[in-house]
């Protein structure tokens, strides 16, 4: 249902090449509101013209106040629960050839729009890219270590670009026409960045990774809140073990997990995105702490317990 007219871009930009932004939202005005505002300063200081269709995924109250001050920004709603239909509904709305995708609590930085563009323009082979995420601390001067952690490992863009095939769609663009022939994001019954970019590497798109398109996002509050990411990724993954083979090389990467700290102290000492000992350490200690909880999640599943969880990860949003 659209619930604002989308108005058009200033008349200096109109020549332009455009871009169109998505953002799906959930009970977020303020963060959204940030996240508006960082699109709108970036698009005048760059002069790529932007428009953004906001898609509300059920919250208490629509963000309409929080979406008016902006008239580059056209609000709808999807019924269906889950970041992926969301996005889905706004991208098959959209009528520019590039589509860019931002999560309402993430802050673009300047020139996140110029390097889509520019990167698209150069690069007529690629379809799809992502790009760099950082933490936007609370406090710079007095890091937690979740921040710490998430700093390093929170969203390791290169890797899962490069690695992986897939780009988070936290920091995403497309070509139209191809996010049309690859269809939609899947629902929470999957990783839908994960899944997507598997279907688009599988048609034979290329993904590039493009660490100028940079954006900010928080880390999480608390280590509970980092757990239950973890529990999404390891039932998902869980639901894909089928045969003996499955479960032995299920075991071998719980192990993995439970050693890996020590392998990975070079990394954090190495890593531009901390300063200090402090932060290092609190890194470390936090990277310990989760890889040790993925450890026990993963061989408490296989031995049957906290099945009932196993599922769990579907329902969460």
């Known amino acids: 249902m659209t619930l604002a007219s989308e108005k058009p871009g200033t008349p200096d930009l109109a020549s332009r090449p455009s871009v169109k932004v998505v953002i799906p939202h959930l009970n977020g005005h303020d963060a959204l509101d940030r996240c508006l505002a960082s699109l709108e300063a970036d698009s005048r200081r760059s002069g790529v013209p932007i428009s953004v269709i906001v898609v509300d995924n059920g919250s208490t109250h629509l963000p309409s106040e929080t979406c008016a001050p902006y008239p580059f920004v056209r609000l709808v709603e999807e019924r269906e629960p889950g970041p992926g239909p969301a996005r889905s509904h706004g ?120 660490p100028e398109m940079r954006i900010e996002t928080p880390a999480r509050e608390s280590f509970a809140e980092l757990a239950r990411k973890w529990d999404r990724h390891i039932g998902h993954d869980f639901s894909e073990v089928r045969s003996g083979k499955d479960r032995l090389k299920w075991v071998a990467r719980a192990v993995a997990l439970a050693a890996s700290p020590l392998a990975e102290t070079g990394r954090i000492m190495r890593s531009d995105r901390l300063n200090g000992l402090n932060e290092r350490w609190l890194g470390l200690t936090c990277l310990t702490r989760i890889r040790l909880y993925r450890c026990r999640k993963m061989l408490g599943l296989l031995a049957g317990f906290g099945r009932s969880s196993a599922s769990a990860w579907r329902n969460e949003g």
């Open 91 to 210: 991208a098959r709305l959209a009528d520019t050839p590039l589509l860019a995708f931002i999560d309402a609590d993430c802050t673009a930085q300047p020139g996140w729009l110029a390097a889509i563009l520019a990167h698209f323009e150069s690069h007529p082979d690629t379809a799809v890219i992502g790009g760099d995420v950082r933490i936007a601390r609370a406090d710079p001067a007095r890091p937690t270590a979740i921040e710490a952690y998430e700093s390093v490992y929170g969203y390791r863009m290169k890797l899962y670009v490069e690695r992986d095939h897939y780009t988070a769609t936290c920091n995403m663009a497309v070509r139209r026409e191809v996010f049309l022939r690859v269809g939609d994001f899947a629902g929470i019954q999957l990783a839908e960045d994960v899944d997507w970019g598997r279907r688009a590497t599988a048609m034979g798109y290329r993904i590039d990774y493009v």
